[in-house]
Each structure stands twice: as structure tokens, then as C-alpha cells.
């Protein structure tokens, strides 16, 4: 199971294995006071699609059609957590105030449509004709 959760939120026993997938650190938030198995910023968008979409250049479904695309080229970022997700509880830990519209969001689906492909690892080849 996947689910997604705000850094600022109280972390849960039912919350099983918890990724932070932000490239920065939240804000006014601790170390010691996050609870964490992984933080994974390669999992993360870029900067530069981050920006882009913090600064309100680009709009969300474009976020996430770009940022499907860099997680389709570099599938070794998020492989891993594929197996957690099998195993138990997966929670996607995020900073972004908007809980509907953010990056653990697509991720989350992202490895949920993985999950229903089943199969063996793909490589990048793999995905490029998948995203256009």
C-alpha cells in the first residue's frame, strides 16, 4: 500500500516505511523531529520543474507530465520502493501545502500503475514510448 503525508503531520505506527521524496528539507522542520526510514531526493523533481511550479509557470497537469517523464528516465531512483510497496505500508512524506496537487502525489501513482504492470525492471528505453 502507498500513501502520501505531510512532513508536518504527526508520523503514525500505520504509517510503515516513510520516504521523504522532496529534494529540499522542509521548512521549520527539525531533523529530529521528522521521523524517516529514507529521505530520497533523486526521487524528487528537478529544480528547475520544482521552480516551474512553485513560481506558477507552468500548471500542475504539465508538472506532472514532465515529471513522469524524469521518473520514466531514471527508474533506478524509485525501483526500490516498489518492493516496500509490496511488502507493507509505503508512505510518501512531502512538504507541500497543497495535499491533492504535489509531487507525492504523482509518485504515488506513478508506483501504483508500476505495481499493477508487474513484470521484471524496465529500463529507460522502456518508458520513453509510454509518456509521448
Known amino acids: 500500500m502507498i500513501q502520501c503525508k505531510r512532513a508536518y503531520s504527526p508520523a503514525d505506527v500505520n504509517d510503515g516505511y516513510r520516504v521523504l521524496v522532496d529534494r529540499l528539507w522542509p521548512r521549520n522542520c527539525r531533523k529530529e523531529q521528522l521521523p524517516l526510514d529514507e529521505w530520497l531526493r533523486d526521487v524528487a523533481p528537478s529544480n528547475e520543474l520544482r521552480r516551474a511550479l512553485k513560481h506558477s509557470e ?9 515529471y513522469q517523464q524524469e521518473l520514466a528516465a ?59
Not at 58 to 66: P, Y
Open 58 to 66: 507552468i500548471g500542475f497537469e504539465t508538472f506532472r507530465a514532465r
Open 74 to 132: 531514471r527508474p533506478e531512483h524509485w525501483w526500490k520502493l516498489l518492493e516496500r510497496a509490496r511488502t507493507g505500508t509505503l508512505t510518501l512524506i512531502y512538504s507541500a501545502k497543497d495535499e491533492q496537487h504535489n509531487n507525492a502525489q504523482v509518485l504515488a501513482q506513478w508506483l501504483e500503475d508500476e505495481l499493477d504492470r508487474g513484470g521484471s525492471p524496465s529500463s529507460p528505453v522502456c518508458y520513453a514510448g509510454d509518456l509521448n
